[in-house]
Every structure is written in structure tokens, then in C-alpha cells.
């Protein structure tokens, strides 16, 4: 067991499943958008990330669900991921929320399967009862919360939230908050973990522990409520 100099404990045996380590990653020659950026999640939980419009965050992502590969650097990723956007637009694709959730479900499954899992991960979300609903007849927030039952459906255990509650109320923000924060609770059977980037401060005291990210790289794990005071 690691302890990090503000006490958010790293156990060793979880943080194999991703090796992150002294990454750099340039999009155009001459110019490091990660830049030897480190990183180590503690265990399972909603960490969250934060730091300045272009500081790396999203190519985080990127290079962790791999999208993109790194210059140099140390990489392995163990967990099944799943990238969830701001906009829900940009990845439900069919018309209905079952059909669309079909599209995460892995291969090989009956239809009984199939429809069991759509069921447990509309509920999972607030969706009951929803799988025949046309998606362009869904709020903002039902669009956001499908998505993250895409993800779900997938069976990642790695949850990636780029920014998801940018485009929501302030309901909705904090009903994606709350599903996040409970289906990645330690006590569960089978806690997801996610990692969510944000810039709005005041979702950081619903996470087990927060990073900043500066220009490219990731600095240590402290308290939610400590780095809402740092960024003030
Ligand atoms: N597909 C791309 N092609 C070229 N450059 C890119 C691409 N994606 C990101 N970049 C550049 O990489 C840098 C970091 O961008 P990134 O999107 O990772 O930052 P971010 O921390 O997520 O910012 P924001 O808070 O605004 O979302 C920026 O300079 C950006 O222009
Ligand atoms: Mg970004």
C-alpha cells in the first residue's frame, strides 16, 4: 500500500490494471501535449480531473481508451474501457434506446440476454421502461444518462467522462453525479471506476479524489475539497 502525502491510499495489486507512466504525446512535431504525465488510479471510485482548456485532459483520454498511441512512456491498460462525451449527440447513432444500446452489447449473446441486459442498464440509469422511446424524444439529461447506459451495457470497468454534465441543468448534472458516484462505490459487488473531467468545481465534492492536470502532466491525488480550494 502507497499513501500519497494527503492520505489517499494506492493499492498496488489494483493500480496494475493501468500503467501510465511518463507518457508524452505531441500532435504536431515540436510540441508535447503530454508531456512525461504519469498517472496511477488509486482504486475503484470517481476520481476526477481537472486543469486549463488545452492542458492534456481529453488527449488523456484519448491515449488511455486507445484511440491514439504514445510517443514514449510505459502503457498498459487492463480494464475495458468506455469513453463517454459532453455531447450524447455525438455517440448515439440508432433511433430507439434499445437499439442503440444493442450496439455496446458484446457479440454472441441470445436475445434473452440481450434483452436483459438493455433492461439492467436502462434501470441502472433511470431509464425504466424507456427501451422503445425514440432518441431524438429525450431530454438532454435521458440522452446523457442512455449514454452512460451504453457504457455500462459494454461491461467496461473503466468509465472515461470527458466533461459529461457541460451541456446539462443542474438536475441533471447532479443525476449523472449521483449514478457515477454510486455505481463506483467500493462497497459494491463490481464497482466500476471513473475517471471525469471537469471544470465545474462544485462536482469535486462527490469524488474519492481529484488530480490537476498542467500542461501535460498530472499531478498527485488530493481531496475533492482540497483542489476546489487550489483552483479558487
Ligand atoms: N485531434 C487533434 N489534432 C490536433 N491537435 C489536437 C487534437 N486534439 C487536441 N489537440 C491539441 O492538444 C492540446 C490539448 O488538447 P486537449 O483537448 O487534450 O485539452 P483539454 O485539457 O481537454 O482542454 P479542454 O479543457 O478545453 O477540453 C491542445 O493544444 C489542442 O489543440
Ligand atoms: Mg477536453
Not at 455500462?152 to 447532479?174: R, Y
Amino acid at each position: 500500500m502507497k499513501v500519497n502525502l494527503k492520505g489517499i491510499a494506492d493499492s498496488s495489486e489494483f493500480s496494475k490494471n493501468l500503467v501510465f507512466e511518463n507518457i508524452s504525446y505531441s500532435w504536431k512535431p515540436g510540441s508535447n501535449t503530454l508531456d512525461q504525465c504519469s498517472l496511477s488510479i488509486p482504486g475503484p471510485g470517481l476520481w476526477m480531473l481537472v486543469g486549463a482548456n488545452g492542458s492534456g485532459k481529453s488527449t488523456l483520454f484519448h491515449l488511455i481508451s486507445g484511440l491514439i498511441v504514445p510517443n514514449n512512456g510505459q502503457f498498459r491498460c487492463f480494464f475495458k474501457t468506455a469513453l463517454m462525451l459532453q455531447n450524447p449527440d455525438r455517440q448515439l447513432l440508432l433511433p430507439s434506446c434499445a437499439s442503440d444500446l444493442l450496439l455496446s452489447l458484446s457479440p454472441g449473446m441470445n436475445a434473452l440476454q440481450r434483452n436483459q441486459y438493455i433492461k439492467c442498464a436502462l434501470n441502472q440509469v433511470g431509464l425504466n421502461g424507456m427501451a422503445e422511446r425514440p432518441i431524438h424524444t429525450l431530454s438532454g439529461g435521458q440522452k446523457q444518462r442512455l449514454a452512460l447506459a451504453g457504457a455500462l451495457a459494454s461491461q467496461a470497468n473503466l468509465l472515461l467522462l470527458d466533461e459529461p454534465t457541460a451541456l446539462l441543468d443542474p438536475a441533471s448534472q447532479i443525476s449523472i453525479l449521483e449514478i457515477v458516484r454510486k455505481i463506483s462505490r467500493k462497497s459494491n459487488e463490481n464497482p466500476v471506476t471513473a475517471l471525469w473531467i471537469t471544470h465545474r468545481l462544485e462536482e469535486l465534492t462527490y469524488c474519492d479524489g481529484a488530480a490537476i492536470m498542467k500542461q501535460g502532466r498530472l499531478g498527485q491525488w488530493f481531496s475533492g475539497d482540497y483542489v476546489i480550494r487550489t483552483m479558487q
